[in-house]
């Protein structure tokens, strides 16, 4: 199991959301690191604006896919938990997608064509292929989808540098990760969700933490309405 050695040095929230932004990118994660730590924002400023504006947009690029990801773990965890019927992953993504078109459908009917809208293609096969490319950290993005019920995407770094904060994502990502390693899904016949010995995991960590899966109710029962299996493109 690959472990994230956390230090107490005010430097835990970078190497946390770094690791969970580039899992296998050791370049990429090193330059969002940086950024992160610069002593202070005016450092941060005098930098070349071009540098500054290419690791926000590659932030808010690879940062829309894993809050995908951990959107979809989030859904197969509320389906386990308020009794739908045979939880999976297919359907995950299918009320993933259901719930991102209607936040992009406009009062006449039209979608958005706002940028951050289009950051991610909201089709059932990029849903897989998130759900893939996240799959060592995904519980982390779904820690990060409970935290930004209160917090917007760019104060979580802030929010995450103090410590009490810090421990409850961290408690929440460890329960996720333990419901990914004792669950299964329609589409996992032979296992879990996640076999647990590829998970990045934090050290020292808190104990597993359970969050509140109620808010998420309402949706994932409205955005299911009417499903009905499709052909798969998972892999």
């Known amino acids: 199991m690959p472990t ?3 230090l107490a040095d005010g430097k835990d929230a970078a190497r946390v959301l770094a690791r969970m932004h580039f899992p296998e990118n050791e370049r990429e994660r090193a330059v969002l690191f940086e950024w992160f730590t610069c002593e202070d924002v005016a450092e941060r400023a005098v930098q070349p604006a071009s540098r500054n ?4 947009l590659r932030m808010s ?3 829309w896919r894993g809050r995908v990801a951990g959107e979809i773990l989030l859904r197969v965890a509320a389906m386990s938990e308020f009794g739908r019927e045979e939880p999976s992953v297919r359907k995950a993504i299918y009320s993933w997608k259901r719930h991102a ?3 992009r459908t406009l009062e006449d009917g039209e979608l958005s064509i706002e940028r951050t809208d289009k950051a991610i293609a909201i089709t059932e ?3 897989w292929n998130y759900h893939a490319e996240f ?3 995904r519980h982390l993005w779904a820690a990060h989808r409970i935290l930004e019920r209160d917090t917007p995407f760019y104060e979580v770094f802030k929010t995450l540098t103090d410590a009490q904060a810090m421990q409850r994502f961290l408690a929440h990502a460890a329960w996720f990760l333990d419901f990914e390693a004792s669950h299964g899904s329609r589409n996992h016949h032979d296992g879990p969700l996640l076999d647990r010995s590829v998970a990045w995991v934090c050290v020292p960590a808190p104990p597993a933490l359970k969050p509140d899966l109620e808010p998420v109710r309402e949706s994932l029962t409205s955005d299911l309405d ?3 299996a499709t052909k798969s493109f998972e892999g």
């Open 101 to 103: 078109i209607k936040l």
């Open 135 to 137: 799959e060592t950290v």
């Open 125 to 127: 096969k990029s849903g």
């Open 226 to 228: 009417g499903y009905r």
């Open 61 to 63: 690029d690879v940062g």
């Open 4 to 6: 994230l050695q956390l």
């Open 53 to 56: 504006t290419d690791v926000l």
